[in-house]
């Protein structure tokens, strides 16, 4: 049977439809799509696409079962490595990862690996329930601070090996970054809580509400018993540009744009607590946040809205399939741009007073790609005289983040660099005995599946560790 040359298309929302909804973009494999994708798969003695993967998955097995209509089996065999099939099948970066080493993609497009372990986790939670057996203990206590991708990771492994694990999260819904860093139209909040309630099914408890470093002490963990603690606290404090009018009312971090919609329940039908209606929006960055900021915007009413970004289209980092999508629902790409100064309407007895003053509008310059930097991008040089003002009355910058000082700065004999990141071995251990951490707390934003990874090698670790005393 001859091989299809290219991946079985997603079935999609109709562009000027959901870009006024927040209904899930893409609409998952029907049975007769995965199974004509799952034949695309050479089921390669040598697995190249598992080594692409940061948490392991046996690819080609799980693809074989969906081959034979085992779709239960096929979830059982993703489930023994990743913690949340759900979410990496809808966020996940395949296209750079495990996609990316596929042996037919030599030739042809690579398999839909990512679509079909949608497929296999969406069939699971629609036919299934809960996660199996609760593990007998093994008396060993260990305290996850944060429910986002990494902690979930740590504590699920954890769970599974017989550890009572307790999570701790400091917002009042469970799932991190997952809830309030990712909008309902790329992963539904239904789709984390069935991964959540899958996690709790083993004893794994979530504590919400609990902010370690103020509420409780990693030291007061330990004396409240636990033997080991994961700091998966991710990275939740936005970076600024620093330049003039940057604390007008209107101007937002996209971690605060996306937190409050989120949280907020902006994206139901009629929300009570709207983050904003109308207006013109400049989401200023390139990468998959900004994708996020800018296609929230649109669907919060927005009547126009930028991508402001300083480099061209082929250095963007946001992932192809997100930008593409953007671009069919409308949003504008203003590249090779940079802002340099927000304008507003300021008080006039106290000039200098921009808390009280509102958005008008922002100047930018043109850019031009000049010479490489010390990562081998093309480094963007200002055109001069290219100065311009773009007419809007909300900025969003998704510019990046780092992580919070506060549990470094409440917690002892914890070394971090000089972006705040905690600095931590190849296990992920600490410089403080029993305290381990892994995703964007060590590393910055980073992807889904990235704090996957350092959640798993945290939690093999800790095994290790505790195994020994």
């Not at 629902?329 to 009280?356: A, H, M, Q, S």
């Not at 958005?359 to 930018?364: E, H, I, N, S, Y």
């Not at 780092?402 to 410089?431: C, F, M, Q, Y």
Request: net charge negative; glycine share 12%; with cysteine.
């Amino acid at each position: 049977m001859a091989i299809e040359p290219r991946k079985h298309a997603m079935p999609v929302q109709n562009p000027q439809a959901r870009a006024r909804n927040f209904g899930e973009v893409a609409l998952g494999y029907s049975e007769e799509l995965a199974l004509a994708e799952a034949n695309r798969c050479l089921n390669c003695k040598n697995q190249p696409c598992v080594n692409g993967c940061p948490v392991n998955v046996r690819i080609p097995d799980f693809i074989s079962k969906i081959k034979n209509k085992d779709y239960e089996g096929a979830y059982q065999v993703i489930s023994a490595t990743s913690t949340l099939p759900a979410v990496c099948g809808r966020v996940c970066p395949q296209e750079t990862q495990c996609e990316s080493k596929c042996t037919l993609g030599i030739k042809f497009e690579p398999v839909g690996i990512g679509r079909l372990e949608r497929f296999v986790a969406d069939w699971h939670n629609a036919h299934s329930s809960g996660g199996g057996e609760i593990p007998a203990k093994n008396g060993h206590r260990v305290a996850v601070v944060g429910s986002g991708p990494a902690g979930l990771t740590c504590a699920g492994d954890l769970a599974r090996k017989g550890y009572s694990v307790t999570v701790y999260e400091a917002l009042h819904t469970a799932g991190g970054v997952l809830v309030y860093g990712i909008p309902e139209f790329r992963l539904p909040k239904a789709i984390v809580q069935k991964e959540i309630e899958i996690l709790q099914s083993l004893g794994v408890s979530v504590e919400t509400n609990v902010v370690v470093g103020k509420t409780l002490t990693v030291d007061e963990l330990f004396d409240a018993g636990f033997e080991a603690v994961f700091i998966g606290s991710g990275a939740g404090l936005p970076n600024f540009m620093g330049i003039e009018g940057e604390s007008f009312n209107g101007v937002y971090s996209a971690n605060e744009f996306l937190t409050r919609s989120n949280l907020m329940k902006s994206y139901r039908d009629d929300p009570e607590t709207p983050v904003m209606k109308g207006g013109r929006v400049a989401v200023v960055g390139g990468g998959n946040v900004a994708m996020d900021a800018a296609r929230t915007a649109l669907r919060l009413g927005a009547e126009k809205v930028y991508i402001v970004y300083r480099r061209s289209m082929e250095e963007l980092p946001a992932r192809r399939e997100e930008v593409e999508h953007a671009e069919e629902e409308g949003i504008e790409f203003l590249l090779l741009t940079n802002p340099v100064e927000i304008l507003g309407y300021r008080n006039k007895e106290n000039p200098k007073d921009e808390k009280n003053g509102f958005v008008t509008g922002m100047k930018c310059v043109r850019m031009q790609l000049g010479e490489p930097d010390e990562r081998g991008r093309r480094r963007p040089v200002e055109i001069a005289d290219s100065e311009f003002v773009l007419d809007v009355d909300t900025v969003v910058m998704a510019i990046g983040t780092s992580p919070n000082p506060l549990i470094k700065d409440t917690t002892e004999g914890l070394t971090v660099n000089a972006r705040g990141g905690i600095i931590v071995n190849e296990e992920g251990l600490t410089s403080r005995e029993g305290v381990y951490a892994g995703g964007d707390a060590v590393t910055g934003a980073a992807t889904v599946i990235s704090a996957m990874g350092a959640g798993k090698t945290a939690a093999k670790a800790i095994d290790d560790y505790l195994s020994r005393k």
